[in-house]
């Protein structure tokens, strides 16, 4: 059953109505739920961009290529044509989602917010020559393709949740499992089924120059006590010269 105020069309009881998700759902650490999203982002490198029309209400999808990725890999940057219908769309509504899929069936959504940057040192940092051969030179002088043509921007997309699954075994072991499935009922274990909450991406850079400041703390350390120890034995040895 859903929850209250969703929708359901069945009454299990005690039992889960959906035993997939619960059979592959996976709850590692969060440096390791965001570091194989950001992995599998990467990997996958094009990505389902949906907004809405601010007319219309409907939903529209197109294949978008990462450009770079910032906050720690979970805020996604893109190229785009600032007048293009994609950036009407999210002048009028800013909600977004990129979703993500490879030939073995792995997927990722992520949803969250978008902006469209125009500021020409953000459009330089990130300017691929390749953009040249999408936008085209218009031969005014301006509209040239080049990382200063103002049709170049940028819409980086801030996560606030995310979805994903990833291989829990290889393919021999996932269509085993599915076999088993269909013969016994039980729902197949083949995926790590995980989610990232939005308080979980809010925490992640907290969580990461955290983890950066105690590893510097740790190698400080260590290169401290070597010092200390190097120096205490060159003073054994200068002792041990002395006594000669």
């Not at 899929?101 to 469209?116: F, K, P, T, Y």
């Not at 290169?223 to 000669?244: D, I, M, N, S, V």
Request: net charge negative; proline share 3%; glycine share 10%.
């Amino acid at each position: 059953m859903s929850g209250q105020d969703g929708f359901s069309n069945a009454d299990t009881g005690s039992k889960a109505a959906d035993p997939y998700k619960e059979k592959n759902m996976d709850a590692p650490e969060l440096k390791e739920k965001v570091e194989d999203l950001v992995n599998f982002i990467s990997a996958c490198k094009f990505g389902m961009m949906t907004t809405r029309v601010g007319e219309s209400g409907i939903l529209v999808s197109r294949c978008m290529a990462l450009a770079a990725k910032e906050g720690g890999g979970v805020d996604l940057l893109f190229h785009t044509n600032t007048e293009s219908g994609k950036t009407d769309d999210l002048k009028s509504d800013p909600k977004i989602n990129m979703a993500f899929l490879n030939s073995s069936g792995e997927w990722a959504s992520v949803s969250g917010e978008a902006e469209i940057i125009t500021d020409r040192e953000v459009v330089r940092k990130y300017y691929s020559p390749a953009l040249k051969a999408w936008l085209g030179d218009l031969e005014d002088g301006t509209h040239d393709g080049g990382p200063e043509d103002p049709r170049i921007g940028v819409i980086k997309v801030k996560a606030l949740t995310a979805t994903y699954a990833i291989a829990s075994t290889n393919a021999l072991g996932r269509t085993a499992e599915f076999v088993k499935g269909v013969i016994t009922g039980s729902a197949p274990n083949v995926n790590k089924l995980r989610e990232l909450t939005e308080e979980d991406l809010q925490k992640y850079p907290v969580f990461r120059n955290l983890r950066g400041i105690l590893d510097r703390a740790a190698t400080d350390a260590i290169a401290f006590h070597f010092g200390r120890a190097t120096t205490t034995k060159l003073k054994l040895e200068e002792r041990a010269l002395a006594r000669t």
